[in-house]
C-alpha cells in the first residue's frame, strides 16, 4: 500500500500558471489579482530530484511540462523554458516567493508560519532602491474578495481613499524591505503592489496583483470542530482520487485525519457546515477541498519520481496543453505505474534508473494527444483574415527628399585622373581608387597602341616604394623583364621595387607621387603588388593589390555622377568618416547612431544610406578593425545604442520599417554590457577549463581580447564541425571558407592567427559543451537573425559567472501571447527537418503571433524584431531546403508552399496590399482546386501570373531606392565593382522573394499543362522568316529601324510601343494584352506577336542570336527552326517584309475651320470630326435600349488651329514655330517642347461660351457650373488631347509610313464618365484565330484605361460563339493588380483625320484625358462577383458578347468595340472597324 503526496502538492505543481492565468479576480484595487499557493513548491520538487542526484531535473510551467536533461552542448533544438514566478517552500517552513520584475529587478516575499500566541510576518524584499517606493497594499479576510485594512501596521502607513494601505519601504544599499504583522486570525491573504511614486512607475505581478496565502492558525484549528460523517466522506474521496489502493492501518489513520484537518481548514476560513456537507454531496465542488500539504503522510514513491514519470508521459502524448483535472489525472496515472512497478518488489533505486532509461511502461491516452497548437508532428494554425496584416506604409516618393547639394571639390588623384583620362581616351582597361587611411591611391591600366600602360598615383606625403611582378594568370608573381622596368628600380627574388617620383601635370596646381610602368609584351594577365613606406607594409584589406589588364575587367570603377537619386550628401559624410569607422566595430556602430537622425530628415533614401553602408561591411567589402584595440563589452554597448534608435524608428516611422529591418540584420542585436564582457572572459575560462592555453586558441584569444566580429562566430563554429568530425582539419577549412574566412583573412586581423587547431582527444567533451556555451555569446552579439539566439533573447536565459567571469542574465520578455514559448519550442525542435511543411507553418504561425507587439512601444521591442526578422530568415533557408520535397508533389502542395512564402513576405513588407490580395487568391485557387472545379487551373494561372508582377515590382522598388545609394557610396569607398553591381540582386536573394520566384517557375508549367494553355499565347499569327534580335525592353528600340528582316526577343514589352521597321516578329514574355495598341499593331502590319511562357524555349531562342529562324505559327503554338543552306537562300527571294506605308491613293487630307467652336452628336460629319465621333454618333437610336449610348458633343476640326491664330496666344504660336522649325531639323526633343507650349493656350470667350451651351442642351454637366477651378482643369484637358498630336509615338508612326504630320487634324469628342464597374473591349472577329463565327472580348474592373493602356497583367478574356451567345468560355482570368475609378466627370477623346485609314491603323496613338485623375485601386478578386459569382459572370459575358453581334450587324463589318459595365447594364463609348 502506498499513498499519495498532499493535495496541495499536486494541484499546485500541475496547476500554477492555469490558476495565474485563468483564475485572476477583480479586487478593491481595481487591479486584477492571481493567487500564489502556500502548497509545497516546484523548486522543493526539483530540489529534492537534485538532492538524490537524479540524472533528470524537472520543473512544470503552465500547462506543458519542461524538463532540463543534461544535453551535449553545441545542439540546434535546446528545450525551451518559460520563467514564471512560483513560491518556494523552505526548510524552516516558511514561504518564500521569488519574482524576476522588470530591468532585472528582484523580488522575493516570505511568510513566517504562526506558532499558537504570535504572529504571522510578511517579509518583502526587493532589489530595487528609492526613497518613493511604497507598498500599496491590502489582505482578504475569510473568503471576501474585498480588501480589508487591518488595525496593524507598519510604521509610516498612510490610508489611501479607505481601499488600502501605502507603506513606504526601508532602503539599504541596493535593496528595499518591509515588514508587515498580520494579528487578525480570520486574514487569510495578504494582496499588494509596488509603487515607485516619483517616477509613477507600478511593479505587477504579470499586470495583476502580488497575492500571498497565509497559513492556517493551529489554535483556530484546535476551537472549531467537523462532524465525523463529513470526514469520513472527505476520506473517502481521497482514497477514491488516489486509485483506491490498499492501506495499512496506519495509512488508514493518516489518511482520515488528514481528511479532517482539510475540513477543519475549509471551515475556519469561513465556510459553514452547512455549504462543505452540500460540496461534498456536489460532484462538480469535490475539487474545490484541497488536501493538506501541512499534514501529508508518508510516501512510499517519492514526490520527484512522480513529477519526472509526469513529465515522461506528457512529453510521450505529444505535450499537450492539459486541463486543470487532466493534470491531476496525469499525475496519479504517473504515481499507479510508479507503484505497480514497486509491488513487483523493484526498488526505488531500480525504479529511478528505469524512470531515467525510459523503460517504465506507461500507456497514454489518444484524446491527450492534442494540443492548443500542436497536433501529433505539426502544428494547428489559427484561422486569420489575411486584411489584419495589411499595411499601406509607403514613403514620400524619392524626388521629393532629394536635396541637390554643391559639387564636391575633386581631390589631387582625382584631378590627376581625370587629367590622364582625356589625354588617353578610350583605351582604359581597368581604374581604381584606393583609401589609404586618410589618403588615395590611384590604379590606371590603359591600352594605347597596343602597349600596356599603367599609372599609380597617391598624395601621400612620406617616401613611398612599389614592390610589385608581373602575371600570366591570376595570382602568380613573376619577375618583370628588365625592358620593363622604371629607372632606379632594383629587381629582388621574383619582383621588383620601385620607389614613387614627385610629379604633376600641366596646368594642374598640385604634386603627386606616381610611377609609370609601360608593358609592350604580349602575354601578361595582371599585376600584383604591394606598398612600402617607413618599414611598413600596406595592403589591400590584408591582401595583395592586383591590377587586371583585361578588357573585359569587372574592377573597373565608373563614376555614378552626382549621386541623383540619393542622399548624396549623408553618403559623402559617411565616406568622410569611413577612416574613423574602420577603427573597431565601436566606432562604426557609434557614427552611425550619431547620423541616424540625419538619415530620418532624408527620408527613406537617409535610411538606404545607412542599409548599403552597413551592407558593405558585413560583407567585409570595408576594414572591420585596424589598429585599435576595443573591448567587447564596448562593440556590444555601440550595437546597443544604435539598435535602440533604429527601434524608435521603426515605431516612429512605419513608413520604414521594411529598411530599418534590413540594417538591424546586418548590424547584429548588441545587448548589456555583461553580455560582450563575456566574450573576452568566457574564452580564458575554455583555455583554462580544457588545457588548451597556447597555439591557435592564444591567438584566437588576443584576436578576441583585441576586437571581436562576426567572424569569430564561425571560427567558434569552425571547431565545432573540426571537433565533431573526428579532428579532421578539413572540416575546419570547409566551414571557414563556405563562409568567406580565408587563411588570408585570418592573417590579415590585427591579431593574426596563424595557427591551426590542434586538440587532444580527451579534450572532445569538454570543449564541445564549452564552445557550444560560447557560441550563444557570440550570436547574443553578433548575430541578429540567429534564430536559436533570438529564441533564447526573447525567453530568457541565465549563464553564472566562473571566478572572474560575469554571469548573465536576460529576462523573458512579459506578455508574451499564451502558448507562444511552446511554439518556439516547437519550431527549434523541427528547425532542421528535411520536410520542412510543418516548420514552415510554425515559423509563420510564430510570426502571426508576436506581429501585434511589434507595433507597441515595449522596452525589448529589438528583440522581438530580431526573433521576427530570425524567423523570416527561417522560412527562407527552410524553402530551399525543402525544395527536393516538391520534386514529386502534386500542384495543390505547391500552391500551398506558394501562399506561405508569400505569407512570409507580405509580414516583412511595408507596402503589402498587393500582396495581400495575392494571398487572397491563392487561398481561393486552393480551394477551387480541391472543389475539382473545371477552371482551378486557369485561376490559379492568373493568381501566379499576378505574385510575378508583384514581385518584379518589389524588384524595382530595390533598384529604385538602394542601387543609386549602392553605386554613389561603392564609388566614394572604392567598394569592388562587382559588389556594387549586385548589390540590388543581392538584397532580393538574401529576402523570400528570391525563394518565391523559384517555386512560381516551378508551378507555372504544372497549371499551363492542366489548364491546357501551352508554352506559347499568340497574338498575332503570322509566318516569317528573319534573323532573330535580343532586346532588354521594345520601348527602347521602337524608333530603330533594321536593315534586315528581324525577329525581336524582348524581356518587357508594355502594350503602347511601336514596332520598329524591318521587325517581323515580337517574341516576349511578357504578358501585354491581346488589345493592346502593340498588338493591334502587330496583327494590322502583319507583324508576328506571342508571349512565350516556358524559360527553356526562350532561352533556346535566345541562344540562335543572330541566326535566321523560320516561325511557323497556329493559333497556340509556334513552331520554329534554324534556317540553313538552300533554305536561307530561298527565303530571300521570299515576301519577308513589305514597307509599312499606305498605298499611294491614301492621303491625309488637311480639314479647315468650319466656323463652329463646338457642335452636338447630331451635327458629326466626316468635314467636321473623326470617325469615333461619327460612329458613336451613328449608334444612337440604333442599338437596343439595353445598351447603353453615353451623349457626346464635340470640338471640331480647325478649333485647334482658329485658337492658336487668336490674338491671345501670339506668343504661343510664334514660340511654336521656332519649335516645328527645330524638330524639322531632325531634333526631336522639340516635341516635348511642343507639347509643353500647347498647354499654354489660353481659350478664346468664344470657344468656352459655345461649348458651354452645346454641353447643357444636351444635358451634360457643365464644368464651369462648379468654379472656374472646374473649368481650367477642363480646358487643360482639351489641351492636352491637342498636344498629345506630337508624342513621339504618334509622330513616329506617322513618319514611317510617309503621312504628312502638318496635316494631321485633332477633334475632341466629349462625353461624361460613366463610373465603370467594368471596362471591356470586343473583336467580333477573334484576332488569334481570325475565326469570324467567334466574339473576343476582354474585362477589366474599372475604367478601360487599364485595358488600352500600358498597365501590367493580363484582362480576363473570353469567347463566344455567335450561336450560342449564352455559352462564353473564359480563356483566362485576370492579373491586373491596379483598377482605375473616378468621380463623375468628363474626358475629352482624341479623335483624329489619321485614325482608321485604309492600310493604316492610326487608333490609340493619341491621347484621351479625363477631367479629373482617376483614382488607383488595388484590386481584390477574391471579392468579386465577375470572378466569384458563376451566374453573375455568365450573365455579364453574354451580354458583353450580344452587345458586340448587335453593333457588328448594325455595321455591317467586323467591330473593334469598347464599352463599359455599371450596375449590369453595358455602354458602348465607341466602336471602329476591326483591323
Same mark, same amino acid.
Given at each position: %500500500? ?16 492555469? !490558476? ?50 543534461? %544535453? ?53 524584499? *526587493? ?42 519601504? !526601508? ?52 476551537? /472549531? ?42 471551515? !475556519? ?58 493534470? =491531476? ?23 529511478? $534508473?528505469?524512470?531515467? $532509461? ?41 524626388? $521629393? ?63 613611398? #616604394? ?60 595582371? %599585376? ?67 547620423? #541616424?537622425?540625419?538619415? $530620418? ?77 563575456? #566574450? ?39 571547431? *565545432? ?178 501562399? =506561405? ?35 482551378? +487551373? ?89 534573323? /532573330? ?17 528581324? #525577329? ?17 516578329? !515580337? ?41 535566321? =529562324? ?11 527552326? /534554324? ?119 489660353? +481659350? ?63 477633334? /475632341? =469628342? ?166
Amino acid at each position: %500500500m502506498s499513498n499519495s503526496i498532499g493535495r496541495d502538492v499536486l494541484h499546485q505543481s500541475l496547476l500554477c500558471s492555469t !490558476v495565474f492565468e485563468h483564475q485572476s479576480k477583480r479586487h478593491s484595487s481595481g487591479i486584477p489579482a492571481n493567487s500564489l499557493f502556500q502548497a509545497v513548491s516546484i523548486n522543493q520538487l526539483a530540489g529534492a530530484s537534485a538532492a538524490r542526484k537524479s540524472p533528470l531535473s524537472t520543473k512544470f510551467y503552465g500547462t506543458s511540462l519542461n524538463a532540463r536533461p543534461k %544535453m551535449a552542448m553545441g545542439r540546434h533544438r535546446p528545450v525551451l523554458i518559460t520563467p514564471r514566478a512560483v513560491l518556494a517552500v523552505d526548510s524552516a517552513s516558511e514561504l518564500a516567493g521569488k519574482f524576476n520584475l522588470e530591468g532585472n529587478v528582484e523580488l522575493q516575499v516570505t511568510v513566517g508560519a504562526p506558532t499558537p500566541g504570535s504572529l504571522t510576518q510578511v517579509n518583502i524584499e *526587493i532589489s530595487y532602491s528609492s526613497n518613493s517606493l511604497l507598498l500599496h497594499w491590502g489582505a482578504i479576510r475569510d473568503k471576501k474578495e474585498k480588501w480589508v485594512l487591518p488595525s496593524r501596521q507598519p510604521d509610516g502607513t498612510k490610508n489611501y481613499k479607505n481601499r488600502a494601505l501605502r507603506t513606504p519601504f !526601508v532602503s539599504s544599499a541596493s535593496k528595499s524591505f518591509i515588514k508587515i504583522e498580520i494579528d487578525d486570525p480570520a486574514i487569510v491573504a495578504v494582496e499588494f503592489l509596488i509603487l515607485d511614486e516619483a517616477l509613477n512607475k507600478w511593479f505587477k505581478n504579470n499586470g495583476a496583483n502580488f497575492h500571498v496565502k497565509l497559513p492556517i492558525r493551529e489554535e483556530l484549528i484546535q476551537n /472549531v470542530s467537523v462532524p465525523e460523517d463529513l470526514v469520513q466522506t472527505q476520506a473517502y474521496l481521497r482514497w477514491e482520487r488516489k486509485g483506491k489502493q490498499i492501506y495499512t492501518p496506519e495509512q488508514e489513520k493518516e489518511e482520515y485525519e488528514a481528511a479532517r484537518t482539510e475540513l477543519l481548514e475549509e471551515i !475556519v476560513r469561513g465556510t459553514s457546515v452547512e455549504d462543505l456537507r452540500a460540496k461534498l454531496t456536489n460532484k462538480n465542488d469535490r475539487q474545490e477541498i484541497k488536501e493538506s500539504s501541512s499534514h501529508g503522510t508518508k510516501n512510499a514513491i517519492p514526490d520527484d519520481l512522480v513529477q519526472i514519470q509526469s513529465y515522461i508521459r506528457w512529453e510521450r502524448a505529444g505535450k499537450p496543453n492539459y486541463s486543470a483535472d487532466q493534470q =491531476l489525472r496525469e499525475f496519479e496515472e504517473a504515481r499507479k505505474e510508479l507503484q505497480s512497478e514497486l509491488e513487483k518488489g523493484i526498488s526505488l533505486d531500480e525504479i529511478r $534508473k528505469k524512470i531515467t $532509461k525510459g523503460e517504465i511502461q506507461t500507456k497514454v491516452s489518444d484524446q491527450l494527444k492534442t494540443k492548443k497548437y500542436f497536433r501529433t508532428e505539426r502544428i494547428q494554425r489559427k484561422q486569420r483574415d489575411f486584411m489584419q496584416i495589411l499595411n499601406k506604409h509607403v514613403a514620400e516618393p524619392t524626388e $521629393k527628399k532629394y536635396i541637390s547639394v554643391e559639387p564636391k571639390a575633386l581631390t589631387p588623384v582625382e584631378l590627376f585622373v581625370k587629367a590622364t583620362e582625356e589625354q588617353e581616351g578610350d583605351s582604359i582597361l581597368n581604374k581604381k581608387i584606393y583609401k589609404l587611411a586618410d589618403k588615395e591611391l590611384l590604379v590606371l591600366a590603359h591600352k594605347p597602341g597596343g602597349k600596356t600602360k599603367i599609372h599609380l598615383v597617391t598624395d601621400f606625403k612620406e617616401p613611398l #616604394i612599389l614592390h610589385w611582378a608581373l602575371s600570366k594568370k591570376a595570382g602568380e608573381w613573376l619577375a618583370p623583364p628588365p625592358s620593363v622596368m622604371p629607372a632606379g628600380s632594383v629587381s629582388l627574388s621574383g619582383a621588383v621595387e620601385t620607389k614613387f617620383t614627385t610629379s604633376s601635370l600641366a596646368d594642374l596646381p598640385y604634386q603627386v607621387q606616381s610611377i609609370e610602368i609601360e608593358i609592350e609584351e604580349e602575354g601578361y594577365v595582371g %599585376m600584383p603588388f604591394v606598398l612600402q613606406s617607413g618599414g611598413n607594409w600596406i595592403k589591400n584589406k590584408g591582401s595583395d593589390f592586383y591590377v587586371d589588364f583585361s578588357y573585359e575587367s569587372k574592377q573597373v570603377q565608373q563614376d555614378f555622377g552626382d549621386g541623383k537619386g540619393t542622399a548624396k550628401a549623408l553618403l559623402e559624410k559617411i565616406a568622410g568618416l569611413e577612416i574613423e569607422a574602420q577603427k573597431s566595430f565601436m566606432h562604426r556602430f557609434n557614427i552611425a547612431a550619431d547620423l #541616424i537622425q540625419e538619415a $530620418k530628415e532624408a527620408g527613406e533614401l537617409g535610411f538606404a544610406g545607412i542599409l548599403v553602408w552597413m551592407r558593405f561591411m558585413a560583407t567585409r567589402q570595408l576594414i572591420w578593425n585596424k589598429n585599435y584595440n576595443v573591448k567587447p563589452r564596448e562593440i556590444s554597448k555601440a550595437q546597443d545604442r544604435l539598435t535602440d534608435l533604429l527601434q524608435n524608428v521603426y515605431i516612429s516611422n512605419p513608413e520604414y520599417r521594411e529598411i530599418v529591418r534590413m540594417i538591424l540584420s546586418t548590424v547584429g542585436r548588441g545587448g548589456e554590457g555583461d553580455v560582450g564582457q563575456r #566574450i573576452r572572459d568566457e574564452i580564458l575560462v575554455i583555455q583554462r577549463n580544457n588545457n588548451c592555453k597556447g597555439g591557435m586558441m592564444e591567438e584566437w584569444h588576443q584576436k578576441l581580447h583585441n576586437n571581436t566580429s562576426p567572424d569569430d562566430v564561425i571560427i567558434c563554429q569552425a571547431l *565545432i564541425d573540426y571537433i565533431k568530425s573526428d579532428f579532421d582539419i578539413s572540416a575546419y577549412w570547409k566551414t571557414l571558407n563556405d563562409n568567406g574566412i580565408t587563411k588570408q583573412r585570418l592573417l590579415s586581423y590585427d591579431r593574426a592567427i596563424h595557427s591551426e587547431p590542434n586538440f587532444r582527444r580527451d579534450q572532445k567533451d569538454g570543449l564541445l559543451r564549452d564552445l557550444g556555451n560560447y557560441m550563444r555569446t557570440l550570436k547574443a552579439v553578433h548575430s541578429g537573425a540567429d534564430l536559436e539566439s533570438a529564441i533564447t533573447n526573447c525567453l530568457g536565459y541565465r549563464s553564472e559567472g566562473q571566478g572572474f567571469m560575469v554571469g548573465v542574465q536576460i529576462n523573458p520578455i512579459p506578455n508574451l501571447p499564451s502558448g507562444f514559448p511552446e511554439l518556439l519550442q516547437f519550431v527549434s525542435e523541427h528547425v532542421e527537418d528535411r520536410n520542412v511543411e510543418a516548420l514552415l507553418e510554425g515559423l509563420l504561425e510564430a510570426r502571426q503571433e508576436i506581429r501585434p507587439l511589434l507595433f507597441k512601444h515595449n522596452d525589448r521591442l529589438k528583440d522581438l524584431l530580431f526573433l521576427d526578422i530570425a524567423l523570416e530568415s527561417s522560412v527562407r533557408t527552410a524553402i530551399e531546403r525543402g525544395y527536393e520535397e516538391l520534386n514529386e508533389a502534386g500542384p495543390e502542395k505547391i500552391m500551398y508552399f506558394v501562399s =506561405l512564402i508569400l505569407e512570409n513576405l507580405a509580414l516583412s513588407s511595408d507596402d503589402n496590399e498587393d500582396l495581400i490580395y495575392c494571398l487572397k487568391g491563392w487561398s481561393n485557387a486552393l480551394s477551387t482546386s480541391k472543389s475539382k472545379s473545371d477552371n482551378w +487551373a486557369l485561376f490559379a494561372k492568373s493568381v501566379l501570373d499576378r505574385t510575378r508582377l508583384a514581385l518584379a515590382s518589389k524588384a524595382d522598388w530595390y533598384q529604385k531606392v538602394l542601387q543609386p545609394s549602392a553605386e554613389y557610396l561603392g564609388t566614394l569607398l572604392s567598394v569592388d565593382k562587382w559588389a556594387v553591381d549586385i548589390f540590388t540582386e543581392e538584397m532580393i536573394r538574401a529576402g523570400s522573394a528570391a525563394a518565391l520566384s523559384l517555386l512560381l517557375n516551378r508551378l507555372d508549367p504544372v497549371l499551363r499543362k492542366t489548364a491546357s494553355l501551352g508554352s506559347w499565347q499568340v497574338i498575332s499569327p503570322v509566318e516569317v522568316f528573319g534573323y /532573330v534580335a535580343v532586346v532588354d525592353e521594345l520601348l527602347a528600340v521602337q524608333d530603330k529601324s533594321y536593315d534586315r528582316p528581324t #525577329i525581336l526577343l524582348a524581356r518587357r514589352v508594355k502594350g503602347e510601343e511601336e514596332i520598329p521597321d524591318g521587325t517581323v516578329a !515580337v517574341l516576349t514574355a511578357d504578358m501585354p494584352d491581346v488589345l493592346s495598341h502593340v498588338s493591334v499593331r502587330a496583327r494590322n502590319c502583319k507583324v508576328c506577336f506571342a508571349t512565350c511562357f516556358d524559360p527553356n524555349i526562350l532561352a533556346d531562342l535566345q541562344s540562335n542570336e543572330g541566326k535566321m =529562324l523560320h516561325l511557323k505559327p497556329t493559333s497556340a503554338d509556334i513552331a520554329y527552326s /534554324v534556317v540553313e543552306g538552300s533554305e536561307l537562300q530561298d527565303s530571300s527571294s521570299a515576301n519577308l517584309k513589305e514597307e509599312d506605308g499606305p498605298s499611294s491613293s491614301v492621303a491625309l487630307v488637311k480639314k479647315q475651320f468650319a466656323g463652329r467652336y463646338a457642335i452636338t452628336s447630331d451635327e458629326f460629319t466626316g468635314e467636321l470630326v473623326g470617325a469615333k465621333s461619327r460612329n458613336i454618333a451613328y449608334l444612337k437610336g440604333k442599338v437596343p435600349s439595353w445598351i447603353g449610348i453615353p451623349t457626346s458633343v464635340a470640338l471640331p476640326f480647325g478649333v485647334f488651329e482658329k485658337v492658336l491664330s487668336d490674338d491671345i496666344n501670339q506668343a504661343v504660336a510664334e514660340k511654336l514655330q521656332i519649335l516645328k522649325q527645330k524638330l524639322g531639323e531632325e531634333d526631336h526633343s522639340a516635341l516635348r517642347e511642343i507639347r509643353e507650349t500647347v498647354l499654354q493656350m489660353k +481659350a478664346p470667350n468664344q470657344l468656352v461660351q459655345e461649348l458651354k451651351t452645346e454641353m447643357k442642351s444636351s444635358g451634360m454637366p457643365w464644368p464651369g457650373d462648379e468654379g472656374e477651378q472646374r473649368w481650367e482643369q477642363a480646358w487643360m484637358a482639351i489641351k492636352k488631347v491637342w498636344a498629345s498630336k506630337w508624342n513621339e509615338r504618334a509622330f513616329f508612326s506617322t513618319r514611317r509610313v510617309k503621312l504628312d504630320h502638318e496635316y494631321l487634324c485633332m477633334a /475632341v =469628342l466629349v462625353q461624361e464618365i460613366i463610373n465603370a464597374d467594368y471596362a471591356f473591349v470586343i473583336h467580333t472577329t477573334n484576332p488569334s484565330s481570325g475565326d469570324s463565327s467567334e466574339i473576343y472580348a476582354e474585362v477589366v474592373k474599372g475604367l478601360g484605361e487599364t485595358l488600352v493602356g500600358a498597365y501590367p497583367g493580363r484582362a480576363l478574356s473570353f469567347v463566344c460563339k455567335k450561336n450560342d451567345l449564352k455559352s462564353p468560355r473564359v480563356l483566362g482570368y485576370p492579373s491586373k493588380p491596379i483598377g482605375l475609378f473616378i468621380r463623375r466627370s468628363i474626358i475629352f477623346r482624341s479623335d483624329s483625320n489619321g485614325e482608321d485609314l485604309e492600310g493604316y491603323a492610326g487608333a490609340g496613338l493619341y491621347d484621351s484625358v479625363p477631367m479629373d485623375e482617376a483614382e488607383k485601386v488595388v484590386l481584390d478578386y477574391s471579392s468579386d462577383h465577375l470572378i466569384a459569382d458563376g451566374h453573375f459572370q455568365q450573365s455579364i459575358l453574354s451580354s458583353i458578347a450580344r452587345a458586340g453581334c448587335e453593333i457588328e450587324e448594325l455595321f455591317g463589318s467586323a467591330q473593334d468595340i469598347e464599352g463599359v459595365v455599371r450596375d449590369g447594364k453595358i455602354y458602348v463609348v465607341q466602336t471602329r472597324p476591326q483591323m
